[in-house]
């Protein structure tokens, strides 16, 4: 069965400074990637995914991620946060034997102004 | 409005009784899921739903029971509600499988005394 890692479960940063969520997945041929976002008291919803092709995957809100076979690795990036991307950030693969999507832990982002 | 909506929001029960959390989605989508939100656990699968009258077990259904009679409603029912049940409920719906996005619900906060 395939599994997601999330490296943090909480990062704190400043407003306008970079972030990156880390998120590793358990190796396979074939692999579809996604990060979801829950903003408190909502529900889930996509950011991006990576299904084939270029292994840099643009989103939604300025986010991107990078696609990294050897090390196995989908970590999610922004240049410059704000308050309102205060969050959980969830990482998930699809895994194919199961047929269903398995989700990381979850990473809370905190912005301090 | 279109979209998915989940009914209620917040529910209280006590022990050994039944529950059914609402799911409803306007979008015709072919499949329906059933997660459930718990500290430390990430969002696990209890059922999913590939069309009207198909269903299949996640990797947490013992204690839940689900039917699906018509494509935009997909019920899940507690038969005999424990506090380990205590969590939050998310439901989503997602056109079709593995590489499509799914799109959640507002939750469900269910608390079992």
């Known amino acids: 069965a395939q599994s997601v890692t999330q490296l943090d479960s909480q990062v704190p940063v400043f407003e306008e400074a970079p972030v990156e969520l880390r998120c590793n997945y358990s190796s396979s041929v074939s692999v579809y990637l996604f990060w979801y976002v829950q903003y408190p008291n909502q529900g889930l919803q996509l950011l991006l995914k990576?299904?084939?092709?270029?292994?840099l995957v643009k989103g939604i809100n300025g986010f991107e991620a990078e696609f990294n076979k050897s090390q196995t690795s989908f970590h999610l990036r922004k240049p410059s946060v704000h308050i309102s991307d205060t969050a959980e950030y969830f990482c998930a693969v699809f895994d194919q034997g199961a047929q269903k999507l398995v989700f990381g832990q979850g990473t809370r982002l905190t912005i301090n102004p | 409005d279109a979209g998915i909506t989940q009914s209620p929001r917040y529910k209280i029960t006590e022990t050994g009784r039944q529950v059914t959390l609402m799911c409803h989605q306007t979008w015709s989508h072919s499949y329906m899921f059933w997660y459930r939100q718990d500290l430390g656990h990430g969002l696990r699968l209890i059922y999913y739903s590939a069309a009207a009258d198909i269903t299949d077990k996640g990797e947490v259904p013992d204690g839940y029971v689900v039917s699906r009679s018509k494509t935009e409603n997909f019920p899940l029912t507690l038969e005999s509600a424990t506090r380990s049940q205590t969590s939050v409920y998310f439901c989503?719906?997602?056109?079709?499988?593995?590489?499509?996005?799914?799109?959640f619900g507002p939750g469900t906060r269910l608390t079992v005394l």
């Open positions: 989503a719906s997602s056109e079709g499988h593995n590489t499509d996005t799914q799109y």
């Open positions: 990576y299904l084939s092709g270029s292994t």
